[in-house]
């Protein structure tokens, strides 16, 4: 009798206990997205305005060279295995396609401006590797160091881009 | 920076903390413009890169049914950059469908690795699924590659036939 005079006593905290429970619960159940579209109506709707970020930056060698490594290898790769598949989908011959555009005749700056187009990408990507290999291999954090192969990678990319374009002509294939 | 405020403020005295802080927002609001944010709620397309569904949790960062731990990846990811530092000027000297097929393989390897990592650092937060969507395409180019060298003239051909206009 007493046991259960004081279970029930005992059990409307227990309910209570157990609906706080589940409240939480249910409040921890709105995954990320739903936090972030709240978040982002809200800030809509009260139109304040975005905290800068890209713009606070000045730009400096290293965030440079940085992201034209980057972006030189997309490029390239989005290149290569875009004209893979594309000559997958629409088989031509090789050959035939060039006799086409050697028939164009199109202005030699084009004609150059294209190769160092080609050129440019590959022979920064290449020298900057080094530069990125080095660093794995521990050398050249130092800061002067840093910025003495930085320039020296701009300056060699442009040199050997440019023997490439100009300095390299096979025959007539 | 509120720990370096709070130790100047020990040294000086906390009457010096609210001149700090006083002082602070008035220099923030020069230099910086910040853009006021109106976008439209029409525009569905910006709203579904607002949210991340991306990894969260550590084990969903870690992945599952890895053929080997990441840093082993790291590893071999240098050597193949290592191995092209040598591939690539040779390229210049001999060709042949040696080279073609080598070239191939290394550089695709290489860019592969490199649009995967680029795809992790910015798309995969919004689109979790693209990383196998690249896998699926990157395939297809490989075989395009393997067919040119096979079928057609090759890379390296290709090259010195698109250099000699």
Redesign the interface.
């Known amino acids: 009798m007493a046991l259960l005079v004081r279970s029930l006593a005992r059990s409307p905290c227990f309910l209570r206990q157990t609906s706080m429970l589940v409240s939480r619960r249910s409040k921890m159940a709105t995954n990320a997205y739903e936090e972030m579209s709240r978040y982002w109506t809200r800030n809509r709707k009260l139109n304040r305005p975005l905290s800068p970020f890209l713009t606070v930056y000045k730009p400096h060698l290293a965030m440079m060279t940085s992201l034209t490594h980057r972006i030189t290898g997309v490029v390239m790769q989005v290149a290569i295995c875009g004209t893979a598949i594309i000559l997958l989908c629409f088989p031509v011959d090789f050959k035939k396609c060039l006799e086409y555009v050697r028939d164009l005749s199109l202005p030699a700056p084009l004609i150059y401006g294209a190769k160092y187009v080609f050129a440019f990408p590959v022979t920064y990507h290449f020298l900057n590797g080094l530069r990125h290999l080095a660093w794995d291999a521990g050398y050249g954090f130092g800061l002067k160091t840093l910025y003495r192969s930085g320039y020296f990678v701009i300056a060699l990319s442009a040199v050997v881009s440019t023997y490439f374009v100009f300095g390299i002509k096979p025959s007539a294939l | 920076m509120a720990t370096v405020m709070l130790l100047r403020a020990c040294s000086r005295g906390s009457r010096n903390l609210l001149l700090q802080m006083r002082a602070l927002p008035q220099c923030q609001s020069q230099a ?8 439209s ?1 029409a525009l569905a397309t910006i ?1 579904y890169f ?4 991306g990894p ?1 949790t550590p084990e969903e960062k870690r992945g599952k049914n890895h053929i080997m731990t990441a840093s082993t990846h790291w590893k071999v990811e ?1 050597i193949v ?2 191995a ?2 040598g591939i ?1 000027p040779a390229a210049l000297f001999i060709q042949g469908s040696t080279m073609d097929h080598l070239l191939s393989t290394f ?2 390897l290489h ?2 690795w ?2 995967d990592g ?1 795809l992790k650092d910015y798309m995969l937060k919004f689109v979790p699924w693209i990383c196998k969507l690249w896998y699926l ?2 395939i ?6 393997v ?2 060298n096979y ?3 090759g890379v390296c ?2 090259i ?6």
């Not at chain 2, 910086?32 to 976008?39: E, H, L, M």
């Not at chain 2, 607002?50 to 569904?53: E, G, V």
């Not at chain 2, 297809?140 to 590659?145: E, H, I, T």
């Not at chain 2, 010195?160 to 206009?165: A, C, E, H, K, V």
């Open positions: 910086v413009i910040s853009k006021p944010f109106t976008a709620p709203e607002r949210a991340r569904r969260f240098r950059a290592v092209m530092v690539m550089v695709y860019g592969f490199g649009i680029v395409i990157a297809v180019g490989f075989a395009g590659l067919n040119f079928n057609d003239v051909k290709a010195q036939m698109i250099w000699s206009l």
